[in-house]
Every structure is written in C-alpha cells, then in structure tokens.
DNA sequence: GCCAACGTTGGC
DNA sequence: GCCAACGTTGGC
C-alpha cells in the first residue's frame, strides 16, 4: 500500500465534492511526471488531498478504489485516471508552510516540485501529516 | 498581478 | 536533436 498526495483547486474539485459524489474519476491529469505516479497506483492506496489556491493545505484522506487505468473520455493510452472515494477530513489542515517548515516534509516533491500534481510520499512522510493534523490512520 | 519553475512546441 | 519562445501552474 502506497501514499500519495493530490493537489487539487477547491473552486474546481474539493474534498467537499467528493463527499458528496461518493467516488470521483481523478482526471485531467495531463503532466508527465505525473502521470508516471499514477500509473503505479493500485486498489487500497491512500490519498492525502491537498486544497491549492487560497488554502494551500492538505485537508483530508481519501482511498484509491480502481487503480491506473485509461482515461475512458480521451483516446490516449498514456492520459490514465484512477478512482477514489473519501476516507475522512484531517483533525486539522496541514497548511504548505508547515510542510516547509517541518524537517520530514520539507522533503517531499510537493515541496520540491511545487507544479507538480501526484506527489510521491514516503510512510514517513505520511506519518508526519497524520501527527500534525492530529489525526489517528 | 507578478514571477519562478517547468513543460511543450515549432523552427532550424 | 537543439533551443528559443511561449504557455501553464501555483505560490507569493
């Protein structure tokens, strides 16, 4: 079981909306690197969601239900979306200037490689953002 | 609103 | 295949 973390803008897909739908397709994923984070996710992996735009803060757990798969919409084998479904809100957003701050995250590619949008984290890494949002897995 | 950091495109 | 120009993302 992998750790990811998804950026997403608020005003265009929140944690907030997928409650409400239960499960989401994640797509529009379009950058390359991205997508080769993608393509390695499974059944079972879990989501940190990561609000950009004015909240910059990682909010909420989400669960992977469908791995990597082609996006149904598009003709391109490359372009692959994966399904999720929502966990639970973290006790408390995590915002991006603790991640800077804090000596584990600072490491993390959404630190690193701030345009990127399927970001890799390690156990570590997700274990420092349960603890500082107060949040028990 | 600006800019840094990329990624992509197209001319050569 | 290189690289300049341009477009996009996302933080500030």
């Known amino acids: ?3 990811w973390l998804f950026k997403t803008e608020p ?11 239960k499960r989401a397709v994640w797509e529009g994923v379009a950058n390359a690197t991205a997508l080769i984070h993608l393509r390695k996710i499974v059944p079972g992996d879990v989501v940190v969601v ?5 909240e910059k803060s990682a ?3 989400a669960s992977v239900k469908r791995g990597a798969y082609a996006d149904p919409k598009l003709d391109d084998p ?3 979306v994966v399904d999720l479904v929502p966990t639970k809100p973290l006790a408390k957003p995590v915002p991006l200037a603790a991640f800077k701050a804090d000596t584990v995250l600072a490491t993390t590619d959404l ?3 701030s345009r990127l949008s399927v970001v890799p984290l ?16």
């Open 1 to 3: 079981m992998a750790h």
């Open 111 to 113: 630190v690193r490689i």
């Open 78 to 80: 490359k372009r692959v």
């Open 59 to 61: 909010v909420a757990l």
């Open 122 to 137: 390690t156990p570590e890494h997700f274990a420092r953002i349960l603890k500082l949002s107060g949040t028990s897995a």
């Open 11 to 21: 005003s265009e897909y929140s944690y907030a909306d997928l409650v409400r739908d």
């Open 50 to 54: 990561y609000h950009t735009g004015n």
